[in-house]
């Protein structure tokens, strides 16, 4: 019998079942890289991994690497996102906390205490100017404060005066001109209770809302309080 001679054409070898099997295993080992080193990479190609079977799982993985890893960059985009805006709204919160307790809580302080300094100022100019016989503040009013510029100017708006803290500010004669009012139409709540402590030795008599809280160099501590919850409007009183 005739032996067939090495690499005769004819005779059958074993090269396509092993292709076919080295196949299988690249597929594999790639498959398991891609998965492990997809969470790092954007993108991934596998490329010298050519196989003579029709079977299209290459095509697909790379399909599938593309797209985990196009999800994954998104995925870090959105984190990123949030991750600074969670910084802004972080800092923007210290920010505003600082600042309030830079300038809050002395902010009212220094408004009481200028707008009392204000009401000594325009009582002790009207007590001055209006100085004169019986019947002395009969004249006194809002406009003649304005023209005879007895008024702080900061509270001067054209004739009439007028405050932020304390709305507008009103001047009128007590008791057939024997005496004066200065009345703040509307005072702000968290500066009417110190508003009236630190103005209420300038005056005769304070009223708040209608309501007797200073006479006789005497404070009314509860009444005091009581008007003064929702602020508005305090009247001060010199005679």
């Excluded at 991994?49 to 690497?65: F, G, K, N």
């Excluded at 100022?121 to 510029?149: C, H, I, K, M, P």
């Excluded at 708040?208 to 009444?223: C, K, P, Q």
């Amino acid at each position: 019998m005739k032996r067939p001679i090495r690499g005769d054409h004819n005779e059958k070898h074993p090269t396509s079942t092993f292709a076919r099997s080295r196949c299988g295993e690249l597929r594999h080992h790639a498959r398991a890289l891609a998965e492990l080193w997809s969470f790092a990479l954007p993108t991934l190609y596998i490329h010298g991994i050519s196989c003579s079977c029709t079977d299209p799982m290459p095509h697909a993985l790379e399909e599938d690497i593309g797209g985990r890893a196009g999800k994954d960059q998104a995925m870090r985009s959105r984190g990123f996102a949030l991750v600074e805006l969670s910084l802004v709204v972080g800092l923007a919160a210290i920010a505003g906390v600082g600042a309030w307790m830079a300038f809050g809580p002395t902010s009212a302080g220094t408004r009481i205490e200028q707008e009392s300094a204000y009401l000594a100022q325009l009582a002790n100019a009207v007590a001055a100017d209006f100085a004169v016989a019986e019947g002395r503040y009969q004249s006194v009013s809002t406009a003649s404060a304005v023209e005879r510029v007895l008024a702080p100017s900061a509270w001067v708006v054209g004739k009439e005066l007028n405050s932020r803290s304390l709305g507008s500010i009103e001047l009128s004669p007590l008791n057939a001109g024997q005496g004066f009012r200065i009345t703040a139409t509307a005072v702000q709540a968290n500066l009417c209770l110190g508003l009236v402590q630190s103005s209420a030795r300038a005056f005769s008599e304070v009223h708040v809302n209608g309501v007797l809280v200073y006479s006789r160099r005497s404070l009314n501590h509860g009444a005091l309080s009581e008007s003064c919850a929702e602020g508005g409007e305090v009247a001060f009183d010199r005679r």
